[in-house]
């Protein structure tokens, strides 16, 4: 079997790459600048931005490749499944060449919610995020090392791939402003959300922050349910997800370079009925993006 | 006048030297470890912790002070108004010596949606934060210095000041746990929000977090309205609101040192009806605790 890497020096690219090191398959690398061709490649991972991916994945399909694509490009496709192997693996069965890897934080927080969403299944839920820079990649993570010295220095450093300083400071997600001010980072998680879950009925309002973290976000979510429950029974479901690990107060350091998405602090929103505070921590370059898309392919491959 | 700041070696009560810097009064500054005498003090600033405030605010009282505590000690004392003046400053009529400040993220999320309230009904909000380790006092802005640096040169410092590492990482507010899993700085902001706003039928759900930011607070509020309203007429009561500064996207760093609270992001929730996201931003030891006391003692003496 062969398989390529589009992206392959980025952040996500470099833990594919490590995800992959033990698979007998032969591996081609590509970065987003060379000249490619998929002839003869089996499978290709997209971690290139959703321009890029929108132009090479029809010509790997000329070439029967299959595409397993973490960008935004056809993740609202109806044609396209869009995949978290453990909550709606059912969904690669339909694919037509192309299979979508979900937004990172959609993901993380997902994976803690599927199984409550299955029993008493959610209304709405109400989202702020913790998020890492590494969501910008390498760069992120460079710029945030490089701002942190400076400011300890004493010296000003303009950012360069965020629109804000990063060095002890937050700020609203750098996707891009739609019309009602949502960023697009906060619509995906309501409409991949639904996607995923297989329910658009679910109603999804977030606010994606960047925190000075290296690559793992968190996420506070607040979830009503359409059903009455336990609080003991929730923690219950949580902590029998697969791919979750319960933990009372997980960190970012928790959950760095960890395949688990880690979830805690549940408690029953003493507000309102039926409802949970969670809050949920992963590696975002891990589950929230790499390692999603190789679980993606171990299932296609395994099938 | 003769004014005493108690723990006037703390952040706070560095901020309150400052701001008390110009005035005429005769100012008598003690440490938490100070034996102190209230007598001949007309007014005194109390910046201590909690246990220490109870022992000293009722000997104070005797010798006829008026006191301003920081405080939780007098915070849910119906015969002690908790004040800010821009919202409740009427309520400080009623004091019998002793007027409590407000917890510093509630302070910072009830500036903007103060106005709000007022003119639509508050009935709900679900809030996370993203707090400054300033509220710690000048031991967690060092601590976060310190673990910083000590991460850059990849030594590991194991955390003193709070009980997880503070640097690249972001953790649950320190505060006690209570018996249904929220910690005591999330209570505070529901059961102080209905104190100021004076209407206990409003309910404030809260994930409380540390961030490794140095003095600001930064919340996220989704509030549900009893009325229904538009977008721009909540924007225009925020903007002319006294004390908030209107801004598209605040950060930490824009409202460190700054005496106003920033707030931006507003957004109508796409999920409900009468239903606001907001984010503000606010210096944690200036409205969020010294120049809240000193508005406090300027409206008491200007009466």
Redesign the interface.
Known sequence: MKIAIVGATGAVGQELLKLLQNSNAELVLFDSKSSITFRGIDLAFFCVESALAKQLIPLALQSGTLCIDSSTAYRSDPNVPLVIPEINGHALQRHQGVIASPNCTTTIMLMPLAPLHRKFQIK?I?A?T?QAVSGAGVKGIGE??KQ??SY?EKKELAPEVFP??CA?????HESTMGP???VAEEMKM?EESRKILEDETI???A?C?R????RVH?I?A?VEFASPFEKTEAISLIANAPGVRWNN?P???DAALQEDVFCG????????PN?L?I?AVGDQLLKGAALNMFQIAEKLCLK
């Open positions: 709405r109400v702020a913790y945030l090392e942190t010295r300890l804000y300083s002890f400071n937050v700020f609203p009602h001010g949502y309501h109603g999804v309002t606010t922050v925190v000075p973290v290296f968190s506070a607040n107060n960190t970012p350091l602090r549940v408690r029953m929103d003493h507000t309102q409802t505070e809050w």
